[in-house]
């Protein structure tokens, strides 16, 4: 009965915009795609963002629970508050862009949530450390220019100490709390 809600869900998205019903490789087009992150200090809140971001994703939209993302992200291409926060967010005790100039997200589980709403399990790597999390996400395929295109949102929250990011006088949660809220719009086009 899940299996047929899927199709069921998904077959008319697909005819609307002539998508062919098999999997489809999609690459993150950077230019129309956001990937930010908030966090605070003492009582006031920042955001940074992620430029340049890579990304892959292969999704069967008749079968979304076998999909693959790979996403990349390069920790030197941050864009932050002020050059001050970015020299900090660059150093050693935060994200140490010299040792680990990349963090990576991979998955290649998806399971359907409701109609256009999913969720991946995959694993997120920052500096040197890899934990499983759940991403969560909203997902809608649209015409753009005249070809298709998805459109892909999300907001996460991580534990910023789990993946070392806060080391020295950053580990201390008083003034930066632990929790910091990543938000994905993004947009990918097929391969």
Known sequence: MKNLFKKA??????????LPAQAASWELDPSE??????????SDPYTGEFKNV????????????????TVSIPI????????????YLL????FDVDQWPIATFKAAK??????????SEGTLTIRDQTHPISFPFEFEVEVFDGQPRFHLTS????????????????ANTGEVPNDVVIKVDAYAVQK
């Not at 079968?63 to 993302?69: I, Q, T």
């Not at 998806?110 to 256009?116: M, P, V």
């Open 9 to 18: 869900a998904l077959a008319p998205l697909l005819m609307l915009v002539g």
């Open 33 to 42: 795609s956001v990937v930010s992150f908030t966090y605070s200090y003492g």
């Open 54 to 69: 890579q990304a892959t994703f292969n999704i069967d939209p008749m079968s979304p629970g076998s999909c693959e993302f």
């Open 76 to 87: 030197a291409d941050i864009s932050a508050d002020s050059p001050e926060v970015l020299d």
């Open 91 to 94: 150093d050693y005790e935060l």
């Open 110 to 119: 998806c399971s359907l949530k409701s109609l256009n709403s999913f969720e």
């Open 155 to 170: 907001e996460v929250t991580i534990q910023r100490l789990m993946f070392g990011v806060g080391q020295g006088y950053w």
